[in-house]
């Protein structure tokens, strides 16, 4: 497995516990981490998309709002939101970092945390958002 899929799982877990118990991004990373001791190379990856998913969130709920037809983002799976957020951080903000790569990384993401539709799921909101990205530049 990959340093950057090993960051991306500990930032997926980071957000699930700040949905449940608010905190600071830093703090909350710094005590789910030390439970996980993600390797250094991951690390830094990691808290940078935990930062900066929490930082931009309103502006990704609002992306994911718009493509997931009859789904309210309140009702979905914590795990896909969050999978879901990270996807579009990644695609928004870190250019060096192909897009289809975050899709796919999200996908699997899904796979394995979230349900049993979730990948699909994921797959469809994240493309919906890419092509309509795509279709405006």
Same mark, same amino acid.
Request: avoid cysteine; aromatic fraction near 12%; charged fraction near 40%.
């Given at each position: 497995m990959g340093k950057r899929h090993q960051a991306r799982e500990l930032a997926l877990q980071v957000l699930f516990h700040m949905e449940l118990? =608010? /905190?600071d991004p830093g703090d909350c990373f710094d005590l789910i981490s030390s439970s996980f001791e993600p390797p250094d190379a991951s690390s830094s990856f990691s808290r940078q998309l935990v930062v900066g998913v !929490? @930082? =931009?969130k309103e502006e990704l709920d609002s992306l994911i709002r718009k493509a997931s037809k009859? !789904?309210?983002l309140e009702r979905m799976p914590i795990v896909d939101r969050n999978v879901l957020r990270i996807a579009l951080y990644e695609v928004l903000y870190?250019?060096?970092i192909p897009p289809k790569v975050s899709i796919?990384?999200?996908v699997e993401l899904g796979k394995k945390f /979230?349900? @049993?539709e979730s990948g699909a799921f994921i797959n469809g909101v994240l493309d919906s958002i890419y092509h309509k990205m795509e279709e405006n530049s």
């Open positions: 118990n =608010q /905190g !929490w @930082e =931009q009859h !789904w309210r870190l250019k060096d796919d990384e999200a /979230g349900t @049993e």
